[in-house]
Nanobody
Framework: QVQIVESGGGSVQTGGSLRLSCSAS????????MSWYRQAPGKERELVAS??????????NYAKSVKNRFSISRDNSENTVFLQMNNLKPEDTAVYYC??????WGQGTQVTVSS
């Protein structure tokens, strides 16, 4: 079956870095708009970063709050999407989800940033 599995979350101090992975099976990520969302305690799920399909020119979009700190990328040979997170802040604490076209979702990976 088609599936998305996130990994790479953890606990870091303010200013630290993490690299999240979104491993896909059953479909090629190169053909889909792939996105990372996050949901913090007591808040709604928000879009963090997106990358377009190869056919769409691999356009990247970022939330204003993470611009110049996060970067999204895709490795077609591994069928995996990544989210490199640098200079992490406590407000980045959330469960991070990967989605293909907003239709197929993973179960999320926890990111906790301490002061």
């Amino acid at each position: 079956q088609v599936q998305i599995v996130e990994s790479g979350g953890g606990s870091v101090q303010t200013g630290g870095s993490l690299r999240l992975s979104c491993s896909a099976s059953g479909f090629p990520v190169r053909n889909y708009w792939m996105s990372w969302y996050r949901q913090a305690p007591g808040k709604e799920r928000e879009l963090v970063a997106s990358i377009g399909s190869d056919g769409a020119g691999r356009r990247e979009n970022y939330a204003k709050s993470v611009k110049n700190r996060f970067s999204i990328s895709r490795d077609n040979s591994e069928n995996t999407v990544f989210l490199q997170m640098n200079n992490l802040k406590p407000e980045d604490t959330a469960v991070y989800y990967c989605t293909a076209g907003g239709q197929l979702w993973g179960q999320g990976t926890q990111v906790t940033v301490s002061s």
